[in-house]
């Protein structure tokens, strides 16, 4: 009776261990203390400035970084907080290579206030960028 009871007991204690709280990840509120202004990508360290960050080394690619080579457009706004809020994908060559829904898996940027922005004005700012081939 001994054996079928810890037979029974045990799956019960291991799935008990498996029912833990997933953990919850608190997004940041976007938080705009004036209007946004749109800025030329010359002018965004007048503004903000992407915070240093250690670089992380991936094992493979990305799964929002598109196959083969293209170029494309998009803006990103940076909230007075600092947070990189949102990107809207403008334009891609070829068309169709980069999508919005690729760059919105895209990592999120934090930036720090430039010493000039002491208003922590928010901004949006058009990003080019190019991927090439390597050979």
Request: with cysteine; glycine share 4%.
């Amino acid at each position: 009776m001994n054996k079928y009871f810890s037979l029974l007991f045990l799956p019960v204690i291991i799935l008990s261990g498996c029912q833990t709280q997933p953990e919850t990840v608190q997004v940041p509120q976007a938080v705009f203390n004036t209007n946004v202004i749109t800025i030329e990508h010359s002018q965004l360290n007048q503004y903000w400035s992407l915070e240093q960050i250690k670089p992380v080394m991936l094992n493979k690619r990305p799964d929002w970084l598109p196959r083969g080579a293209g170029k494309g457009e998009y803006y990103i706004t940076i909230d007075s907080n600092g947070n990189e809020v949102s990107k809207e994908l403008i334009s891609s060559q070829p068309e169709g290579w980069m999508t919005q829904k690729l760059v919105n898996k895209m990592p999120k940027q934090q930036y720090e206030p430039a010493a000039l922005n002491v208003k922590r004005v928010p901004v949006k700012v058009k990003v080019d960028f190019e991927i090439k081939r390597m050979n």
